[in-house]
């Protein structure tokens, strides 16, 4: 059983971090009817969805894969690279994952979103970002290196997330858009790249052997099957606008309680 960890779109949700994005109104009813379309989605896949309540005043509070991430043998809490995101930490630990996890925290002078973290198995990639620093880095393997993880720090300077240009698709084969990110890193795993034409396509979230991923993608969804990956597409071009991938509006877990 996996559970799903998710958070209800802010109605202030206009009011989001933009990096590489230029602001576009977002229709936040729609944007709330596409995120529940999205849980329903992990629902279909086997997750149990555990939804954390609105929190007007952190508009990107929905994207919760940035406070933490989740590990077997612990959960880190994430010391959010943009201040503006940072109080939105405390309660996804607290009510989500305290019950199932033991918590360690990235700490000042670290910073780390969670969306810079690629996790596959025991091999861990984390970018080094205009929101993720050295210290978040360094601190992350302490924590993980006496469990048994490698922790190789990755370079993003095109993207806003480590996980905007890489992402995992099955057991060994991760999603790639190249044009974002040197390879050098991933050269042990099966790749696919994004359609060029497509971008922002790196961002697929595998649960239980299938893919979550954005319906408008359509030049790389066909490329994700013709690998024979199953694909679920989701509409979330709302959350789109606030620079959310599919990754970021979840945080899964295997449920076993400590
Ligand atoms: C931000 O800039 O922090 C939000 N507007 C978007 C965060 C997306 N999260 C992710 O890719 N993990």
């Known amino acids: 059983m996996l559970i ?8 202030r949700m206009s009011e989001c971090q933009l990096t590489h994005l230029a602001r576009a109104p977002i229709d936040v009813s729609r944007a709330v009817a596409q995120h529940q379309a999205y849980e329903k989605c992990l629902e279909s896949l086997g997750c149990r969805v555990t939804r954390l309540w609105a929190i007007a005043e952190l508009p990107d509070s929905v994207f919760v894969e940035d406070t933490a991430v989740v590990f077997d043998e612990l959960a880190i809490l994430a010391r959010p690279g943009a201040e503006s995101r940072r109080a939105e930490v405390a309660s996804v630990a607290v009510v989500a994952l305290e019950p199932y996890r033991k ?26 970002s ?3 620093n050295q210290s978040g880095i360094e601190q992350m393997r302490a924590l993980l290196e006496p469990h048994g993880y ?19 698709v099955a057991e ?3 999603l790639i858009n190249p044009a974002w990110l040197e390879t050098d890193a991933f050269r042990g795993f099966e790749s696919l790249e994004v359609d060029p034409e497509e971008p922002f396509a790196a961002n697929a979230l ?8 954005p319906a408008e993608y359509a030049r790389t969804r066909k ?9 679920v597409p989701v ?5 789109a606008k606030a620079e959310g991938g599919v990754t970021c509006c979840s945080l899964i877990l295997g449920l076993h309680q400590i």
Do not use: M, W
């Open 223 to 231: 490329r994700l099957k013709e690998r024979g990956i199953r694909v």
């Open 130 to 132: 205009r929101r993720t």
């Open 206 to 213: 595998l649960v239980n052997g299938a893919v979550i991923y």
């Open 172 to 174: 060994r084969t991760l």
């Open 150 to 168: 490698s922790v190789e720090s990755v370079p993003v300077e095109r993207c806003l997330h480590l996980k905007s240009a890489v992402s995992q």
């Open 103 to 128: 918590l360690a925290s990235i700490r000042a002078p670290g910073t780390l979103d969670g969306g810079d973290v690629l996790a596959v198995g025991k091999q861990v990639f984390v970018g080094l």
């Open 4 to 11: 799903a960890i998710t958070r209800e779109v802010s109605p």
């Open 235 to 239: 509409e979330v071009s709302e959350l």
